[in-house]
């Protein structure tokens, strides 16, 4: 049986101000989803959601993980019942090292119920497997023995994020706007490896994106539209085809009603 | 997750799992407790010292009467001076090995680790239990090398020469209450000497125990090290948990002659109930080079500024501060440098982090005299604070009196990161251990600077401090 991540009618707020609006999206292991939408859709607002990130409150709806409930979990929870995020800015640790951090989640992630203070995966295994993977990813060795994300260049961010899903083996992911800033070798090289990754584990992947660039490396069997807080397109890559195309003003069109949501929605923040 | 968090850190306990504590009765000396001019003669004569020290002790108790407390720093009101018992004697001699030593205080010495660590990577240890030094070795190379490494009551029979010559020089008895206080009825200490060329490659380690209550113990230290010697000397110190207040207060007193280096480090992790106000104070001569590495963990209240002055050209002074204030403490730690010759240079770099009410004060002298041109001074201090209920302050003082200098300074305030906290988070780590990650890597910087088993010591000690996190 194959790993189930649905949501229903998902509502969220950030300040008190409602941004998504009944989200509905089921994605299946294995399966590629893409995600897109113009600037201040509240594509960020879904992934951060589903994170568990404490500023973002849960309006109504739900989100299960093979039939537990996300919502319930704390975000470290999420992460060990297979949920991985891929940040768009992933924050930096000044002092903790790329290695560390990764021996730390990893032995959490692998063993749920692991508790703070005990024992971390072997320090041989783990060197052995953050080598082969960094290989895979072009990276050189040092990079581990960096201070996570501190002084990273964007490629060497999004790398890292990727570096981090190969490492936990998430049952499903989400990168979020994971090509922004990147120049065409670097999108291709992260998305080679997400592909690697997806393959090997099963990953059922859901790309947010507002760019087409990423889905020609990574292919969506999926695609939905979310305009002014909700889905109101799914289909499959034609309609990234139609977007490279036309763009976003023949949704505006269809949905008026969601276009003047999204005029509203400007003026709040970004995330 | 603010709220979230406060729970969190309203919730982590002050773990001490160094609180236990011998019984007192088979001590073979107990002063009462006050301090009279009588407590110091006894102090003497039960030490059987000349006369020039008797009177040293007796115009330093004389100074500390004259002085007040300090009105800066930390909160002294409570210290009750007729509270504490300034000498006692929990053994009657002094162990060549751990086997003389009495079994109770052996066991508790073993308990702390000393002897195993002994075996492992130290070149000497000094033991001090309360008021005096119960264990003391040296590594037979050293001795043969003309080291001397023993405590100082022991140096004042053994060595009186080198100890009436630098005594007091360095920080004299009229330099604050507590310089005073210690100089009236200092006991124990280490005194460590190098004799020039030699370099001691692996540490000198003393250990400084409290054990009984009402204490206070008021270790002497000298470490003289003549021209192009090398010595790495380490401190820790622990004591047992009291209701009531126990008082420590050091004078260390260190002298780096022409191209030398000294390197002090200190893992400060005394019980919460102590008072900790100790002066350090180096002089760095000609091309020599000091450094003091300075983790301040434990402690009621700590007021420690060790400080480096550089008298001769070229010389180089360095502190590496951490400080960690929790629940019911106050750090008031920093770092004082002198720049009184040409071409001398001076780095401060000062870390500290104030969780569940703690504070932690960053407090620095920076001073260049006239006429020491060429020098520079680099002074970094960045706190962490946990939570809104804790507080970090800032106190640098610059005093320049030379055009021709290079200074540095900077000054950063952070509160833990709710960002940094949901990264982690989102991997998998609990709150606990993402804020614990979080803080050692804040401080990684400085104990990358320790030597490795002191390192994995210091990392343990902040994951004890932060642990109870959850739960």
Not at chain 1, 23 to 49: C, F, Q, W
Not at chain 2, 207 to 235: D, K, P, S
Request: hydrophobic fraction near 35%.
């Amino acid at each position: 049986m194959s790993k189930v991540l649905k949501i229903e009618n998902l509502r969220v707020g950030i300040d008190g101000k409602e941004i998504l609006k009944g989200v509905d999206l089921t994605i299946r292991e294995g399966e590629v989803h893409a995600l897109m939408g113009p600037n201040g859709s509240g594509k960020s607002t879904l992934s951060y959601a589903l994170a568990g990130h404490p500023n973002y409150e849960i309006l109504g709806g739900s989100a299960t993980l093979d039939g537990q409930d996300l919502l319930e979990m704390e975000p470290d929870e999420r992460a060990k019942a297979g949920l991985f995020l891929a940040f768009q800015y992933p924050t930096s640790i000044p002092g903790v090292t790329v290695a560390n951090f990764l021996r730390h989640a990893v032995s959490n992630v692998r063993n749920p119920d692991r508790k703070d203070g005990e024992e971390l995966i072997s320090m041989r295994d783990f060197r052995k497997e953050i080598r082969s993977e960094m290989d895979d990813l072009g990276m050189d060795p040092d990079f581990a023995r960096r201070y996570l994300n501190e002084g990273f260049s964007g490629g060497e961010k999004k790398r890292a994020e990727v570096l981090q899903l190969a490492m936990l083996r998430p049952s499903f992911a989400i990168l979020d706007e994971t090509d922004s800033g990147l120049d065409i070798d670097a999108v291709r090289v992260v998305s080679e490896g997400v592909n690697r990754v997806a393959a090997r584990v099963g990953t059922g992947v859901l790309v947010i994106t507002h760019y087409e660039r990423i889905l020609t490396y990574i292919k969506p069997g999926f695609v939905h539209i979310l305009f002014g807080g909700k889905i109101v397109e799914d289909g499959g890559p034609e309609l990234v085809t139609r977007l490279e195309a036309e763009g976003y003003d023949w949704v505006r069109e269809k949905y008026p009603e969601a276009a003047r949501d999204e005029e509203t929605l400007e003026s709040s923040p970004a995330h | 997750m603010a709220t979230d968090l406060n729970a969190q850190v309203e919730g982590i306990k002050d773990e001490y799992k160094y609180g236990f504590h011998d019984s007192e009765a088979n001590y073979s000396f107990k002063s009462g407790k006050g301090l009279t001019r009588e407590t110091v003669e006894q102090i003497s004569e039960m030490k059987s010292e000349p006369g020039w020290m008797r009177d040293i002790r007796l115009k330093a108790l004389e100074v500390f009467w004259s002085k007040p407390n300090p009105t800066w720093g930390g909160e002294l009101s409570e210290l009750n001076y007729n509270d504490i018992r300034y000498f006692m004697r929990a053994a009657d001699r002094q162990g060549k090995t751990w086997d003389d030593v009495p079994a109770e205080i052996k066991n508790t010495f073993d308990k702390l680790g000393i002897p195993e660590a002994e075996r492992k990577f130290l070149a000497g240890v000094g033991a001090q239990y309360d008021s005096e030094v119960v264990y003391h070795s040296l590594r037979d190379d050293l001795q043969k090398k003309g080291v001397i490494f023993t405590d100082m009551d022991t140096a004042l029979r053994e060595h009186p020469d080198l100890v009436r010559e630098y005594f007091g020089t360095i920080i004299p008895t009229h330099d604050n209450k507590f310089a005073a206080l210690n100089s009236a009825v200092w006991s124990g200490g280490s005194f460590v000497y190098v004799p020039a060329g030699v370099k001691v490659d692996i540490p000198l380690q003393a250990y400084f125990r409290i054990n009984a209550e009402n204490m206070g113990q008021f270790e002497r230290t000298l470490i003289l090290v003549e021209e192009g010697a090398q010595v790495h000397y380490v401190e820790g110190c622990t004591a047992p948990i009291y209701t009531s207040e126990s008082l420590h207060s050091a004078v260390v007193e260190v002298l780096v002659k022409k191209g030398g280096r000294c390197r002090y480090t200190t893992i400060q992790n005394w019980a919460n109930n102590i008072y900790n106000l100790v002066t350090k104070r180096a002089v760095a001569q000609e091309d020599a080079l000091m450094e003091w590495v300075d983790g301040n963990l434990g402690s009621r209240l700590t007021m420690k500024y060790p400080a480096v002055y550089m008298t001769g050209k070229g010389a180089r002074g360095e502190i590496l501060s951490i400080a960690f204030a929790g629940k019911g403490q106050h750090q008031d730690a920093g770092g004082k440098v002198v720049h009184a010759a040409p071409y001398t240079s001076s780095r401060i770099i000062s870390k500290s982090i104030s969780k569940n009410g703690g504070r932690a004060s960053y407090r620095g002298l920076l001073k260049v005299a006239d006429g020491a041109k060429g020098s520079r001074s680099n002074v970094v201090c960045d706190a962490l604070i946990l939570d809104p209920a804790s507080r970090s302050d800032t106190y640098p003082y610059i005093e320049i009196d030379e055009d021709d200098v290079k200074i540095g300074h900077e000054a950063s305030v952070s509160k833990i990161g709710e960002e940094q906290l949901f990264y982690l988070r989102s991997r998998g780590l609990s709150e606990g251990e993402a804020a614990t990650l979080i803080v050692a890597g804040f401080i990684e910087p400085l104990v990358k600077e320790l030597p490795m088993e002191y390192a994995v010591e210091m990392n343990k000690l902040i994951q004890l401090q932060m642990e109870g996190s959850v739960g």
